[in-house]
């Protein structure tokens, strides 16, 4: 019986290396196989419970991406601009992918994530949608584009100096440079004076 589990734990191991070998070649599937890794490495139970300060930066992360998913949805079918709608869909695309990779670490570290925009940005949304034209346009890239952009980055750079877990940190890590270009972005961009 002990050598039927020392085989299967040996087994299980090679597995480990042999796909741990493989992810250099595979670029495109490096988050498919550390989420295996990962898989594996809970289901062993060696990995410890997120502080609540990691699992507060994740579920942070979580709900950033959450509201800016829902406000770029938004802008995607109400503003008038195709600047901002260009805006609009690569924060839709980008938040939707990052939001992605939080939900798997997430589900890795056993942590229960928001669904939902938040109460303000639910606020936010409901004053945009009563706009139309150019008055949305400068609303969603005033609140959207430029301080919830603002606000995010501050939090992730502030969580970052703190996070324990290397997951966790990874993710925040990875953030960074793409708020910084979302804010970069918007604040670049010329939008029509108010009337």
Same mark, same amino acid.
């Given at each position: 019986m002990q050598k039927r589990k020392n085989l299967k734990v040996l087994l299980i191991a090679s597995a480990v290396a042999a796909m741990? *070998? !493989?992810v250099g070649v595979q670029a495109q599937t490096t988050g %498919? %196989?550390? *989420?295996d890794a990962s898989a594996q490495t809970s289901s062993t139970g060696s990995m410890a419970k997120l502080s609540s300060g990691d699992e507060k930066a994740l579920k942070d992360m979580a709900q950033a991406n959450i509201n800016e998913v829902a406000a770029g949805k938004l802008a995607l079918s109400k503003a008038k601009s195709s600047e901002v709608k260009a805006f609009a869909q690569k924060m839709v695309d980008d938040h939707g992918d990052a939001l !992605?990779?939080?939900q798997t670490v997430a589900k890795q =570290? +056993?942590?229960t994530l928001p669904t939902a925009p938040d109460a303000k940005h639910k606020a936010m949304a409901d004053k945009l949608e009563k706009e139309s034209g150019d008055a949305f346009d400068r609303m969603y890239m005033e609140n959207a584009g !430029? =301080? +919830?952009h603002k606000m995010v980055l501050s939090k992730l750079q502030s969580d970052a100096k703190n996070i324990k +877990?290397?997951?966790v940190k990874a993710l925040a890590d990875a953030h960074v440079p793409v708020v910084e270009q979302h804010l970069k972005s918007a604040e670049q961009m010329k939008m029509p004076a108010n009337k």
């Open positions: 741990f *070998s !493989t %498919a %196989a550390q *989420s !992605t990779k939080v =570290k +056993d942590v !430029t =301080k +919830d +877990d290397p997951d």
